[in-house]
């Protein structure tokens, strides 16, 4: 059997769009399939923040999202129908909104239609039945007979992979014992549509995420799990009591969308790559919706993942560097494991004293300045770095694995981000400084193909005045090089060529 496609990617939601969107844009022939017959047209997750906005940006730009949501201002705490605290995420700082209220189907319409443009289509109904992997291919059996061999496989199909499932990969975790309710409604004079509403209520847990014209995804917890009760659906008229008694307020629904009833599980597996058959998002790990994080971070899974198994396949890399991948991504999925769990723990707990914290101390907490930008960053996902990882080594600089900043490029409203429209790193003089051409043409040479080169430096050698704002963020003096990954991430920031020269040389050699 000969390999016929660089890639498969099993699975059609946000993770496997986006690897897909990912390796086409690089031109890495790919193929997407998905067992289930068309596009879900379920809302699902609820919010795009920041964070997946920014590492987006180079395949699709943000507007094309922003056509289709609201921006996310802020967070309200309520409680027997008074506000007891509200975090504000203040306006727009720089290119992206802080966070997107945008239902999962036209977040997923949005990606897909990138990929179209690009001639890769989803195989709608197409299941894969039986994975076997060795050194140098895959082999696939699908469940219409064909039998296909690949050079990788992306497993993205959620959290009951099959990919998974077949390798015989554990998924340790436990189930939480609770039930959980959610709805999409249509409320009549639900309030502002730009935050997100918590209410504190000892019946239990009650969020409203606003989709606009009086739309609102409602999430409320039901009680522990009864092992003998059938698993049901709520009903319009369970939900609206739910409403009206844990938040004090008469609430009139006008439409419910989608009823349905959810449990919650906390899992990851040990590892994301085996041989060549490497896990991505939900596959890989799942964890409390608490935070909108799943969706997110699982986008983030695919970014990070992409542009390396894409040097892989190009040979501008050694497979080698797709261990990173797991040593980067796998943290940070334990993270938002543990955090969104015990956040949810918090927020669901019968016992007096956390109850006590719950209505009384943590609304005062999360209003003081200092908790509210870190509160605001966690959520948005600005706050995940890769300092002290193998492409960011500790003492190497103080930027290196540090997210890019998000500021003015020039007077005409870019940002820094608009300059990331390639396919690999982009490296940034900033001046000439002591730095001479001839050096120069070394980070070039050392770079390698698909490289964005962006000379910021005026006739006398100083900072072009585009780029000073950039040079301001990130206290660069003149003769400065700034490499920014593909996933705009930093590299080195140094005035020393050799630094970057080694950067660069590890990536293309990573052993």
């Not at 990617?9 to 068309?38: F, S, W, Y």
């Not at 609770?178 to 549509?193: I, M």
Request: charged residues 25%; hydrophobic residues 40%.
């Amino acid at each position: 059997m000969e390999t016929s496609i660089s890639v498969l990617v099993c699975g059609a939601g946000p993770t496997g769009l986006v690897t897909a969107l990912e390796l086409a844009r690089r031109g890495i022939d790919v193929r997407i399939v998905d067992a289930e017959q068309k596009p879900s047209q379920l809302s699902k997750a609820a919010v795009l923040w920041r964070r997946s906005l920014e590492v987006l940006h180079p395949s699709v730009p943000v507007e094309r999202f922003t056509a289709h949501g609201r921006p996310v201002h802020g967070i309200q705490f309520e409680a027997n129908g008074s506000v007891l605290q509200e975090i504000d995420f203040g306006g727009q700082a720089g290119r992206f909104p802080h966070g997107l209220f945008i239902p999962q189907n036209k977040t997923e319409a949005v990606l897909n239609e990138a990929l179209e443009s690009l001639g890769v289509q989803v195989e709608w109904g197409t299941e894969v039945k039986d994975v076997s992997s060795c050194e140098e291919h895959v082999d696939v059996h699908f469940s219409d007979g064909e039998q296909s061999r690949f050079s990788w496989l992306v497993g993205a199909d959620g959290a009951h992979s099959t990919v998974r499932k077949c390798l015989g990969i554990e998924f340790p975790g436990a189930a939480i014992d609770q039930r959980w309710l959610l709805a999409d409604l249509k409320l009549v004079e639900a309030g502002q549509e730009d935050r997100i509403r918590m209410f504190l209520s000892t019946a239990g847990l009650l969020g409203l995420f606003p989709y606009g014209n009086g739309v609102w995804r409602v999430i409320a917890d039901a009680g522990p799990i009864d092992p003998e009760t059938p698993r049901v659906d709520p009903t319009c008229e369970d939900i609206l009591h739910i409403l009206r008694s844990r938040s004090g307020l008469d609430w009139t629904v006008e439409k419910a969308r989608w009823l349905s009833e959810f449990r919650i599980n906390e899992r990851q597996v040990d590892h994301y790559c085996h041989g060549r058959v490497i896990l991505a998002g939900d596959a890989a790990h799942i964890h409390s919706p608490a935070g909108g994080q799943g969706m997110n971070t699982s986008i983030q899974d695919a970014v990070n993942l992409s542009w390396k198994l894409a040097m892989v396949i190009k040979n501008q890399a050694a497979s080698a560097l797709l261990t990173t991948y797991q040593d980067e991504r796998h943290p940070v999925g334990a993270a938002v494991v543990e955090g969104s769990g015990r956040m949810l723990r918090v927020m669901m707990s019968r016992n007096p004293l956390i109850r006590f914290f719950r209505r009384w101390v943590l609304p005062y907490i999360v209003g003081l300045p200092p908790m509210r930008k870190e509160a605001v960053n966690r959520l948005s996902e600005v706050d995940v770095e890769y300092c002290g990882g193998p492409l960011a080594p500790t003492g190497a600089d103080r930027w290196i694995g540090r997210r890019c900043p998000d500021v003015v490029w020039g007077d005409d409203g870019s940002s820094v981000y608009d300059l990331f429209t390639g396919t690999g790193c982009t490296v940034v003089r900033l001046g000439r400084g002591s730095i001479p051409d001839a050096l120069w043409e070394r980070v070039i040479r050392a770079a390698g193909p698909d490289v964005i080169l962006v000379d910021a430096a005026m006739p006398d050698g100083a900072v072009a005045e585009e780029a000073k704002a950039f040079a301001q963020a990130l206290a660069a003096a003149d003769g400065t090089i700034v490499v920014v990954r593909p996933d705009s991430y930093l590299g080195p920031v140094s005035q020393d060529i050799e630094v970057v020269e080694s950067w660069f040389s590890q990536l293309h050699n990573f052993e």
